[in-house]
């Protein structure tokens, strides 16, 4: 995944298509009557016997075959005193002759077809062209350049077999005018009882079970503007208490959890304004999470990638590695957290987050 530049989100999303197509076009290509025409032909065309008779064909000169030696003591012949006077006389007891005989019997066998025929296959110098062989070869050298042919042999088995090893364990498409019935507003305590759609007071915005929500267009938006209200909200001292807020925005969580232990987590996301955004995995009570955007590596628009296993988790944005840590929730199932967010100390502002479509892998 991770190479030298980064590809731009448009290319690195065309990427992830093609990587999809990648594995069923390899196999439809392993089980097709090209390939298997390609292989019959290979062992032909590479096989000692084929390449020899290619040798002996395309370097052997005329003067040095049967026919060619033939036709050449033949014209000798012809111009031999015995053999014009007899073509001019006829005399039959000259036909006794050992160069007159030989002669004639050099006539009647250049005369004949099978004679014919072998002597203006090895006079052409394009004879190997007009071979069943030259014929296999050109129909193999096509099969090697044929578009098919080329990719198959451009992956290897255990490329594809790692492919293969990925299945997707769920996803958000954003397709429909609202999310699928796995997200609520709020965050997700283990009590059902405890408030979930509260707020912080070491925050300036409000959130608004939902109002600051539009699904729409295949786009998720969660907008945080300026807008007074009153809401319930966490005080570390006090507990929920109603607090004046300057400003509304949006939390959502899967009710579920939907992650496995170990997997891949990809989205596609923009960021507009200086409104502060979370998107992560997490656990009920978890004191950490595995976030999904890097808080210092935000783009405009980028897809983002949470790679994570027992061990360790990484994240990439677009094709690009940023960041590599332990894994502090490990062998923990793991349930989604979405929101956005004006710290205190920020002093107000506005921005909203678009997402396009959130999908979830595992091996």
Known sequence: MQTVKMLSTKQFEQWLQEQAQIAVRYRKIEKSDLLAE?????????SADFQSKKTKLTTTRYADTQEGSTMNLYKQL???TSVILYNLLKKQAWKEKPEIAQYLALSEQIQTPEFQQANAFWKNPKRWFTTPES??????????KHAD??????????????LESYSTVWTEECETAKLSA??????LYPNKDFKADHSHVSELQAYTKGRNTL?????WTIFTKKEKTTFPAWHPTKGMIMHDFAYTSDVWHTTEAIAPKSGVIQAKVRTIGKAKHVFCLTTINAKKSLHLLPANHLVKEAIYTLVWNEQEVVNYVNNVEVS????PLADKALHLLVRSYLPQEQKGGTGQMDIDWIRI???
Do not use: C, P
Not at 135 to 144: A, D, F, I, P, S
Not at 149 to 162: K, L, N, S
């Open 38 to 46: 390609y292989h019959t032909l290979k062992k032909v065309v590479e």
């Open 78 to 80: 012809s111009w031999n």
């Open 135 to 144: 014929q296999q070869e050109k129909r193999y050298n096509e099969l090697v």
């Open 149 to 162: 042919i080329v990719f198959f042999f451009q992956h290897t088995e255990q490329e594809i077999a790692d």
């Open 182 to 187: 796995v997200w609520q507003t709020g965050f």
């Open 215 to 219: 699904v729409t267009n295949r786009m």
């Open 324 to 327: 590599r840590t332990q894994n």
């Open 361 to 363: 892998y595992t091996k």
